[in-house]
């Protein structure tokens, strides 16, 4: 079955979570490990971040909102004259997940006494962005399909981080059923990326981007947000 075939949307999420979701549910470490990641995201953070949880699924909830956006812009974006094999299935069923996303942390949201605030900044995914080749063809495609996997690649450690230690069950709960998602989603953009040229150069930029993304997340402030750093603490 291919990857496009396997994102299906579930009727609720705790009865039926997302077909990649049950292919790797209980992996936990193993997945982590095996994410290219080179920052690891320090037990701290999630200290941190669980100190104001209203304000952690806000931010959560923005980002899928813009993961969403994400995946329907690049739907129009396939290198010409066509898109490859599957490009608008893929890309719209990855926005239908980022949209069921939403729905499902906006829901825990408001029964926390919490509501979506209209303004959001995430000052790791603009400073990833500001490394997209721009105006350069099928390099600006590759290194926006990268950009979104590195994202999608470090919401799932974190999802993967709070799902396993997080003191608080019904957060735990969430992560542990959205952290699959993620990593299907994660493999979906570098293997589009790394269709687009030759293997020693999309290998080359991939590695380059891993180093600036480990770099960028390291420096974060420190904030109840998905993709914040641990500050000075």
């Known amino acids: 079955m291919g990857v496009a075939a396997s994102l299906v949307r579930p009727t609720h999420w705790k009865a039926r979570p997302l ?7 209980g992996m936990g470490n193993a997945l982590r490990n095996a994410l290219p990641l080179r920052y690891g995201t320090p037990h701290m953070w999630m200290e941190l971040v ?3 949880p209203l304000l952690l699924l806000n931010d959560h909830a923005h980002l899928e909102k813009k993961a969403a956006t994400n995946a329907l812009e690049l739907l129009g974006r ?3 004259p ?3 094999d599957q490009w608008v299935q893929i890309m719209t069923a990855v926005a239908r997940d980022e949209c069921e996303h939403l729905a499902i942390v906006t829901r825990l949201l408001a029964r926390r006494g919490g509501r979506l605030t209209k303004y959001h900044r995430n000052p790791y995914a603009t400073a990833l962005r500001r ?8 390099e600006e495609l590759m290194d926006r399909l990268f950009v979104s996997a590195l994202i999608e690649a ?3 450690e974190r999802f993967l981080l709070l799902g396993e230690y997080s003191p608080d069950q019904e957060l735990a709960n969430l992560y542990r059923s959205l952290h699959a998602s993620e990593a299907g989603h ?4 570098v293997d589009l990326a790394k269709d687009l040229g030759p293997a020693s150069g999309v290998e080359a930029r991939w ?3 891993l180093d600036l993304e480990a770099a960028i997340i390291a420096q974060q402030p420190q904030y109840p947000g998905m993709h914040s750093g641990v500050g000075n603490e």
């Open 207 to 209: 590695s380059e981007l």
């Open 78 to 80: 396939w290198p010409d």
């Open 19 to 25: 077909v990649l979701e049950s292919l790797f549910m």
């Open 186 to 189: 994660y493999r979906v953009f």
């Open 82 to 84: 066509t898109p490859p």
């Open 131 to 138: 490394n997209v080749r721009l105006g350069r063809g099928t």
């Open 50 to 52: 669980l100190r104001a």
């Open 154 to 156: 470090r919401s799932c």
